[in-house]
């Protein structure tokens, strides 16, 4: 995940032929980037953490030390690596001689369409689409979802009431399932991206943040600038429209993100963003007219006072505070 802190796992015991596997996380509460912290797991234990399945997500988030946010040992290098085939459930192999695909299926001609759907035969589709979808339970039974929602929310439903889509041809090909899928398409458990475990390992475990998921593919990068020059909230506003397109907007965990990596390496404690508060209408707005959905302020941080702004930390846990209109901070622009 995006972050400073990171795990390393050390490899005690690697079981391929029962698939069993004992090993330890280690939790180093160190600031580092993703680069520096491999380095210092292989140094010092095997490598960054790789995560096999539910269960590992599970020790990662009941260790007592973790808190926030960590680096694992995921990585993507779109530029260098061609994109793979992986089947959600974990354990399940992609292999090119045992596939359903339709004529001239797949092909790399739409660099955005990296999930699988089926009426039958398969087809790559994009990720946010939306269509119902099947299900895998431990007991060898699939389950059809009606609803149709993104392949993302589909793998993290699942997940959380059976055990993940359906994937490999045991579970895609059979009787049950033909009757099952009628005349619809269904998202199944196969999708194609660039990351790779830092390890080498061929785990196809993945985990995303429903708002943040990004496959390399689907989503655009959000575009900023942090300008390092202190300035009121209003001399950054007009900045930010003069020179590039305006003050940032944060409408999810996604964006978030992306602002936190810029505000770590500004020059003032707090970095402008563009939010307001308004005394007529008693409500806070950004100024691009995007909607307040996401909110991320500090304790105490939101006063409803007329003359206030939002800026963010520049550090911790880059929480949001409303500071006066006249104090003078670094901020960041959008660009697009």
Not at 235 to 247: G, I
């Amino acid at each position: 995940t995006n972050g400073s802190l990171y795990f390393c796992h050390f490899l005690d015991i690697l079981c391929f032929v029962s698939t069993c596997y004992l090993y330890e996380y280690h939790f180093i509460r160190e600031d580092k980037t993703w680069e520096e912290a491999q380095k210092y797991c292989r140094e010092n234990y095997a490598d960054l953490a790789s995560v096999f399945d539910m269960a590992d997500m599970a020790r990662l988030h009941e260790s007592k030390e973790y808190e926030g946010k960590a680096w694992i040992g995921l990585f993507s290098n779109p530029g260098k690596e061609n994109r793979m085939w992986h089947w959600s459930l974990p354990g399940v192999n992609y292999t090119e001689h045992e596939t359903r695909w339709g004529a001239s299926e797949p092909d790399d001609q739409n660099q955005n369409e990296n999930c699988v759907k089926t009426r039958g035969n398969w087809t790559h589709a994009r990720c946010d689409q939306m269509m119902p979808f099947i299900c895998y339970d431990d007991g060898k039974s699939i389950h059809l979802i009606e609803e149709k929602i993104t392949w993302t929310k589909a793998q993290n439903y699942c997940r959380d009431h059976y055990t993940d889509l359906a994937s490999g041809l045991d579970q895609v090909d059979g009787q049950e399932f033909k009757i099952l899928k009628k005349s619809q398409d269904l998202w199944i458990g196969l999708f194609r991206d660039t990351w790779r475990w830092s390890d080498g390992s061929n785990f196809s475990f993945r985990h995303w943040d429903m708002e943040s998921f990004n496959d390399g593919q689907n989503k655009k990068k959000y575009k900023l600038i942090l300008i390092n020059e202190n300035k009121t909230w209003e001399e950054a506003l007009d900045y930010c429209r003069l020179y590039h397109t305006d003050l940032v907007s944060i409408t999810n965990p996604h964006q978030q993100r992306w602002v936190e990596r810029r505000a770590k390496n500004a020059s003032s404690p707090y970095i402008w963003v563009g939010l307001r508060y308004t005394c007529v209408m008693d409500l806070w707005f950004w100024i691009s007219d995007k909607l307040v959905c996401y909110e991320n302020w500090a304790d105490n941080g939101k006063i409803e006072e007329c003359g206030r702004c939002a800026a963010m930390e520049r550090g911790g846990r880059y929480q949001w505070v409303s500071q006066r209109e006249h104090e003078k901070y670094n901020f960041i622009c959008s660009t697009e």
